[in-house]
Each structure stands twice: as C-alpha cells, then as structure tokens.
C-alpha cells in the first residue's frame, strides 16, 4: 500500500508541471477554450484602428473584456498578475504599454494557407501579354499587370544574421531575397468584406498550427543567389513562376518549397560562348575532391557531392567525391 | 523513511523517468529518421515535361509564347479520356468581352480591360485616371467613392476599390471559368482515378510538369483560349517514357503546325454575343 502512494505521489510530481501548474503568462490558442470564433476576443477592425494605421486592420490585441470573462482571479491575484505579461510590457495598472501586435518575440501559432494557383488564375491576362506583341518588343515598358510581385517585392532591408552569424561570413546583400507580405494590407484590398476569406473569417487563411519560431531568413540552398542582381545589367530578369516552376500548381502554402531546377541558372551560367560557372566548379571538383562549391553555394552545401542534375546538365556521368581519384 | 531520502527516492525516480522518455524519444527520432533515408532511398524517379505554348493571332503575325494560360495533364490516353474530351469540346463559352457586356459593364471598363488585355478588375492596378477625368470608369468612380466613404482616405481607397464593386465585375468571369473548369476536373479525376496536375505558363509561354510517372497522359486547356477571333482548344496525348525520366522532356504546342509542334489546337471562330 505504502508503495502504491508513493508511485501515485511520484506520477503526480511528475505530471504537475505539465499538467497542474497553468502558466498564465503564455497564450495558446491551442487552449480548448481559446477555440471559440475569433471576434469572440478579436474585433475586425480594431477600435481606433485610424490612430496608427491607414487601413482598416487589426493591430492590437483584445479588450480587458476578452480576458476577464473567464479569467477574473487571475486578473485580480495580487499586484502583478501574471496574466497581465501576455500583452503588456509591464504589470501595473497605471503603465498600459502593450508589445508590438503581434509579437514578433513570441512563437507562431498559426500557419498562412494561401493558394498560390488560384491568385494566379484571378490575375491572369486574357491572352498574350500586350507589350511583347508590340513593335518595342526589345524595349522594357512599365509594368501594366500584376504578378508575384504585388505581394514578393524586392526585400527592403538586409535580413538580420541567424544566431551564430552568417556561415562563411557571407551576409546576404538586401537584392537576395523577396520579400513577404508582412501585415494584412496585401489580402484586406481584395478580401475586406464580400470576397472571401473576409477579414472576419481569420480561420480562412489563418490555420493553428503547432507553435514555431518565425524564420529569421528564408532557407536556400543556393544563397549566393540575388534575385534582384543578375551583375551590373540586372540580368534576372526573369517572371518568378519561370524558376519557381511548382508554384503555379500550389493549392497551399504548406510544405510549399521554392522548386527551382538547376535548368533556370545554367540557362545563362553555363552557356558555350557566356558562361561555364558550373562546369568551372566541377573542372575544380575533379582536380580535388574536398573542393567546396562556392559560386552559388556556401560551405553547408557546397561540400556536399553535386547532385546528378548538375553532373547532366554537363553532359557528364554522375560523380561522387568518394569516386574522384 | 525520512522525508530526505523519500525526496532523494524521489528525485532519482523523476530522473531515471526522464532518462527512460529520453531513451523513448532517442529512438523513435532515430526512427523517423531512418524512415526518411529509406524513404529517400526508395523514392522512385519521375519526369518532367518543359511545356511550350506559342501562338499566332494571324497567319501573318509572329509567333509568341502564350503567357499566363492554365494547362492540366490528366492520366490516361485520349481514348480512355473520350467522354471527358468530348465535354470539353461540347461546352459552350462565354467570351470575356461578352460576359462583361451581358453583365452590364461599362463601354468604358470593357475598354480598361482589352487595354492590358485582362481577364479581370485584378489584373492590373486602377489608377488615379481611371477613376476621373476622360479616361474614368463609371463602376470604378462609383466604388472609389464608397471605398473613400469608408476607409477615409484617397489611396486606401484606391488600393481598395475593388471591394466596392459588384461580384459580378469582380471577379464573376473568374468564377464562372472556375466553375466550368471545376466540374471538368472533377470529372477528368473521376475518369483517370488519380489527381490532375496543373501550371501555368509564364510570360514567354513556357511551364512544367513535374513528378511525372511513365506512362500516357493528355495535355488540355479545358476551356478553350480567346485568341484574337478564334477559341483555341488543346487536347493532345502524351508519352513519358522510362528514358523520358532523366531529363526534361520538351514539348511545344500551338495553333499552328509546324515539325516541332506536338500539339495543334483546334481553333473555332468565338461565338457571336446573344
């Protein structure tokens, strides 16, 4: 008997912090209760929105009321209620700062489901683009349609260096990467209010997810790859969906992956007459077998064996550096 | 017992629980990644298809890629995709100037959309001259007034103006295209028993297939494509073959024949507005 309560005793200890203890400095929308409609808590748009935005949007977090309803003894448990840190900077009644909504220290928990396909049908053109069709077809008018670029402009800024700095101390310049869009203006001026997903129906593209850590920068195997560099003519020229070749079949943005084939570069980079870079690198590979790619690669991959794509598109057997003599 | 070694029992309890959940957790990670290798090792290999679509508005115009059309690749030859070809064939189509003029647009909208050649409001931005002065929209006056009405300011307003104008200009020739295509492809799935791949062409008319496992599938448009006066339909088989898998595999349609060409549409002349 005596063991018998110290293994429930034990058991008990054990699961306590899981399971007894709450920490109510943490929000989960995970939290059965937390699953009601979103503007039970949420309202679209927030009060005041005029103040700090030139949108209607939701900016800020819920009322006191949204908390309170349920969660009275917390509020009111001694002169720093914990509850209180979910929003604001401080616990006291008389500092009413709040952190950035959302905010950007705090995990993910919603992934965006957004179907890249159907955006692309609804901007389509009716057949061919106009300004090829036209005698200043080597000129380059303005853009007159929209394309990935209303939501994928060029990053404004150079991306923030992952924890342990760049590997090969290589930052990447600001003309790497696109950009994402990072509020609501790019969906709320076509799904405001009768075409949805609305701006109500946040379940619409807003889907719980197990809760990560938002990426400082996006993944990339090739990360010396500028998507607004092409050398001093800017010669990327190219539509997005011409090496993104998968996007225009996505439904979704889960497990959505970049998808560009060796083909898009070596179009241009490994041209008789203009440039061998990847034949150059193999050239290199075969005379040293721990040769480290580096035109488009940085250490993590360029050490790696070429992929058999690289090796046909050089017209060449495929090779493993364990097989280079 | 005293209460210290009931805690240092304890204690040793918790951590010996906590080495067993490692150990648990160790080797159903060490699991899942085995899985993934075998995965990987086992993956098959598959093909892909460069597709190319260039086309002529006359006989005496120049060739260009076809930009921004939707193309499916269904499994199944021709023959066992009969029924399904045939509906494709058999459905009647609404040109856009024609949808847009039985939906009450605008002379002036119906021109802002032949002028980049759009299929809808969202192909473009509307600027500020299309709201007023001589070149102004009357539905795009009208929804920019209510959108300053309601968000307040001139370039929300703007930006924001198509969430003011009726669903039927909206994006209703959008919608009723889907609606057609949906149901073809619901059918296509039901008649091929598996899914149906789709892409769109860039701006110089190319696209790809990807993951493609050997054997026989048909390339199609679904619903015919305005060219100029003429509706251009696409429904050709294709082969991937085993030595197709190594490389892409090229494959240039267009409304004109030529030896490169593997596929012609059939063209029929757009049906008159009623």
């Known amino acids: 008997m005596n063991t018998i309560v ?7 200890v054990c699961l ?49 009321d949204a908390c309170v309803s349920c969660h009275r003894a ?33 995990k993910l928990q919603f992934t965006i489901d957004f179907p890249h396909d159907r955006h692309q049908d609804v901007i389509a053109l009716r057949q061919i683009n106009p300004w090829r069709s036209k005698l200043l077809a080597h000129a380059s008018p303005p853009q007159n349609f929209n394309n990935c670029t209303i939501c994928h402009a060029q990053a404004a800024a150079v991306s923030t260096p992952p924890a342990g700095g ?34 109500s129906n946040c379940n619409g593209c807003h889907k719980l997810a197990t809760p990560d850590a938002a990426a400082t920068i996006p993944t990339r195997i090739s990360l010396k790859f500028m998507h607004d560099g092409g050398g001093e003519k800017k010669q990327h020229v190219a539509e997005c969906t011409t090496c993104h ?78 097989d280079i003599k | 017992m005293s209460r210290n070694g009931f805690a240092q029992k304890l204690l040793s309890g918790r951590q010996s629980l ?11 990670a060490l699991l899942n990644h085995r899985g993934t290798e075998n995965q990987d090792a086992t993956a098959r290999p598959s093909g892909v298809v460069r597709l190319r679509a260039r086309v002529k508005l006359t006989d005496s115009a120049p060739l260009r890629g076809l930009a921004r059309k939707r193309f499916f690749l269904i499994h199944g030859s021709l023959e066992q995709n009969r029924a399904l070809v045939e ?60 959108s300053e009405k309601e968000f307040g300011n001139a370039t929300t307003a703007r930006k924001w103006l198509t969430t003011n104008l009726p669903p039927n200009l909206r994006d209703g020739f959008y919608r009723d295209r889907k609606g057609v295509i949906d149901a073809l492809l619901k059918q296509a799935q039901a008649s091929s028993g598996a899914p149906v791949q789709s892409v769109m062409t860039d701006r110089n008319g190319t696209a790809f297939f990807t993951d493609l496992a050997p054997g026989t599938y048909v390339i199609t448009n679904l619903v015919p494509t305005e060219l100029g006066q003429t509706l251009a339909t696409w429904n050709c088989e294709l082969q991937i073959k085993a030595d197709d898998l ?29």
């Not at chain 1, 002169?79 to 950007?104: G, M, W």
């Open chain 2, 87 to 146: 509906a494709i064939e058999r459905q009647p189509l609404v040109t856009r100037d024609c949808y847009y003029t039985k939906n009450g647009a605008s002379p002036a909208l119906i021109e802002w959309l032949k002028e980049a050649d759009c299929e809808s409001v969202y192909c473009r931005d509307v600027e500020q001259d299309s709201i007023a002065g001589s070149k102004a929209v009357p539905e795009f006056a009208m929804a920019f007034a209510a």
């Open chain 1, 16 to 64: 306590w912090p899981i399971y007894g203890a709450v920490d109510y400095t943490k929000f989960s929308h995970s939290t059965p209760k937390h699953k009601s409609a979103c503007n039970t808590c949420h309202k679209v748009p927030t009060k005041d929105w005029t103040r700090t935005s030139v949108f209607p949007d939701i900016i800020d977090y819920p009322d006191h």
């Open chain 2, 18 to 28: 906590c080495v067993c959940v490692s150990v648990v957790m160790f080797s159903q």
């Open chain 2, 246 to 274: 190594a490389s892409e595999k090229p494959y240039l349609i267009s409304n004109r024949k030529d030896r490169l060409v593997k596929c012609v549409a059939v063209e029929k002349p757009a049906p008159p507005c009623q």
């Open chain 1, 6 to 12: 110290k293994v429930s005793v034990f058991i008990c």
């Open chain 1, 245 to 322: 070749i998968n996007i225009t079949k996505s439904a979704t943005s889960r497990g959505l992956k970049p998808d560009v084939p060796i083909t898009s570069c070596t179009e241009c980079h490994n041209k008789e007459g203009l440039r061998q870079d990847l034949n150059t690198e193999l050239a290199a590979l075969d005379k040293n077998k721990t040769f480290t790619c580096v035109y488009c690669h940085t250490s993590n991959i360029g050490k790696l064996d070429a992929p058999a794509s690289h090796y046909l598109i050089a017209q060449r057997p495929p090779l493993k550096r364990r």
């Open chain 1, 166 to 199: 760049w590997l090969d101390s290589y930052a990447p310049p600001a003309a790497t990467f696109k950009a994402v869009p990072a509020d609501h203006s790019s969906c709320f001026n076509c799904h405001w209010k009768s075409q949805e997903p609305v701006a």
């Open chain 1, 74 to 106: 917390q509020f009111f448990r001694g002169a720093r209620p914990p509850i209180c840190s979910v929003c604001h900077l401080k616990t006291s009644p008389r500092d009413e700062a709040r952190y950035a909504f959302r905010n950007p220290a705090s």
